[in-house]
């Protein structure tokens, strides 16, 4: 196993304590599955000879399903159970941007977001761009990517 796989995994327990959380998306091979299926470009990586250096999650869904998660009605987690495979994409919910420490300010989870933000475009009418931050690097790419892809953004409280 790429030593790099084992430091993303303590890096998104130490941000996201998703494991202590049961509303937060808990990502497991069948939610990855699921995924994959409602679009190709939900999951992003960063690779190189050490393995993994950033991930991307993100996940398109209704904009009933959006504003049911803003307004708190719904958890993170109910978000994907929410969404099926074939639907209509109006919006797209920044799940996860993680970065290992030494490999940030480089933009490559600008790049990765952009990128998959822009695939899931081609094929669904996306209008809305929305976001729980859990940092303050997480806030400020959420308005970056909302700002350069034209895309209303929606943020959760806390």
Not at 64 to 91: C, H, R, V, W
Not at 99 to 113: I, Q, T
Request: net charge positive; with cysteine.
């Amino acid at each position: 196993m790429k030593p790099n796989f084992q430091r993303m995994l303590a890096l998104i327990d130490e941000v996201f304590a998703t494991r202590r959380d049961p509303e937060q998306l808990q990502v497991n091979e069948k939610a990855i599955q699921k995924l994959q299926r409602m679009h190709p470009a939900t999951l992003s990586e960063f690779a190189d000879e050490n393995g993994p250096a950033a991930w991307i999650l993100m996940i398109p869904t209704s904009g009933k399903t959006m504003n049911d998660f803003i307004s708190g009605k719904i958890s993170e987690q109910k978000i994907l159970e929410e969404t099926s495979p074939g639907e209509e994409y109006k919006a797209i919910y920044l799940c996860s941007a993680t970065v290992l420490p030494e490999y940030r300010g480089k933009g490559l989870a600008m790049d990765l977001s952009l990128k998959a933000i822009q695939k899931i475009k081609k094929d669904h009418p996306v209008k809305a761009l929305y976001v729980w931050p859990f940092t303050k690097e997480g806030d400020a790419l959420a308005k970056k990517l909302a700002e350069k892809t034209w895309l209303e953004l929606f943020l959760k409280k806390h």
